[in-house]
């Protein structure tokens, strides 16, 4: 490994990397109502500022960030901000994923344009961008099947306009990944790539259920995996990789504390682990230069184990050649 090895970002979501300014100059312009008016007195509304178990208490600091997305314009302009700060940051390459209905929701958008938005802003973009990205639609559990069915028809039209898989994300306790084995046969039949949450808010069970329902190139989180042997042993040779998200991991609880984060245990085992900021502004404006940090200050992991992380990356991608 003589040569530098590219940053890349596997795991990062568009509704969790809204620049707060972005989040007060729209909402001063459309009259939406915010908490605080600065940057610096919004931080303690939309950072997670204390570890926190369930999901769904996490929902009102996104609220703050989604309000925004006021029309499909701004969902445009959004996205291209955040491939401008993925670039400034230093990034070879981004997978940025979003959910259809989420950004939609608040102001009674249609998905379809939402999603049409996020593509046409990540075409201009890259067409002078030396990032190379590509786009995940989120097909959002917590909604049900029913309303993800109309989040994988969105990826489906819009599949050669930036978008090149699906990922499953929202409420993994109360929707296991049975509930949507249809719809990821769908995606699969159709030439989507796939990743999917899983072993976050649910244990190793689900991790399996997963794996045998879903049959994803990616995991995401998975961190429950370590507590049964057979499901790392089943990652590991069918080839599966990990997209980790310590910092996320911590504040969600899904691990007690960062030292006990399970990425090196991951890397010895064989398997494909990588690292991710997940939801950078609701982390403290988390970049990928911090949590190769805390992965090396913090967990632990040695110069070796993180070379490998960042080749597993590249590995990972689902168009990054």
């Known amino acids: 490994?003589?040569?530098?090895?590219?940053?890349?970002?596997?795991?990062?979501?568009?509704?969790?990397?809204?620049?707060?300014d972005t989040v007060?100059?729209?909402?001063?312009?459309?009259?939406?109502?915010?908490?605080?008016?600065?940057?610096?007195?919004?931080?303690?509304?939309?950072w997670i500022q204390k570890p926190t178990s369930d999901?769904?208490?996490?929902l009102p600091k996104f609220d703050i960030l989604r309000q925004v997305?006021?029309?499909?314009?701004?969902?445009?302009q959004i996205t291209m901000e955040c491939l401008q700060d993925a670039e400034d940051q230093g990034l070879d390459y981004l997978e940025l994923r979003f959910s259809p209905l989420f950004m939609a929701e608040l102001h009674k958008l249609d998905p379809f344009s939402v999603t049409a938005a996020v593509c046409e802003g990540w075409q201009e973009f890259s067409r002078n961008s030396k990032l190379r990205?590509?786009?995940?639609?989120?097909?959002?559990?917590?909604?049900?099947?029913e309303a993800c069915a109309v989040e994988l028809e969105c990826g489906l039209r819009y599949q050669n306009a930036g978008i090149c898989g699906i990922d499953l994300a929202g409420d993994e306790a109360r929707h296991p990944a049975s509930e949507?084995?249809?719809l990821f046969n769908k995606a699969r039949s159709a030439g989507l790539k796939i990743t999917a949450h899983a072993g976050e808010f649910a244990g190793a069970d689900s991790v399996r259920e997963t794996i045998e329902t879903l049959k994803p190139d990616r995991l995401g989180h998975a961190v429950h995996a370590i507590d049964d042997p057979s499901v790392m042993d089943l990652i590991c040779n069918e080839g599966i990789?990990?997209?980790?998200c310590p910092t996320s991991n911590v504040l969600t609880t899904a691990v007690s504390?960062?030292?006990?984060?399970?990425?090196?245990?991951?890397?010895?085992h064989g398997i494909l682990a990588t690292i991710n900021t997940d939801d950078p502004s609701l982390m403290g404006n988390l970049t990928l230069q911090d949590e190769y940090r805390n992965v090396r200050e913090v967990i632990g992991c040695s110069e070796d184990e993180i070379d490998q992380a960042l080749y597993n990356a590249a590995k990972a991608a689902f168009d990054f050649v």
Request: charged letters at 20%; a negative charge.
């Open 241 to 244: 990789a990990i997209e980790c």
């Open 55 to 58: 999901i769904l208490l996490l």
């Open 257 to 268: 504390k960062m030292e006990d984060h399970p990425l090196p245990l991951f890397l010895r």
């Open 69 to 76: 997305f006021v029309n499909e314009s701004v969902c445009r």
């Open 24 to 46: 007060i100059s729209i909402s001063r312009l459309h009259q939406l109502p915010l908490p605080a008016w600065t940057v610096e007195a919004l931080q303690p509304y939309v």
């Open 133 to 145: 990205s590509n786009l995940l639609v989120i097909l959002s559990r917590t909604y049900g099947a």
């Open 180 to 182: 949507f084995e249809i």
């Open 1 to 20: 490994m003589d040569e530098i090895p590219p940053m890349i970002d596997l795991h990062r979501h568009l509704e969790g990397a809204v620049r707060l």
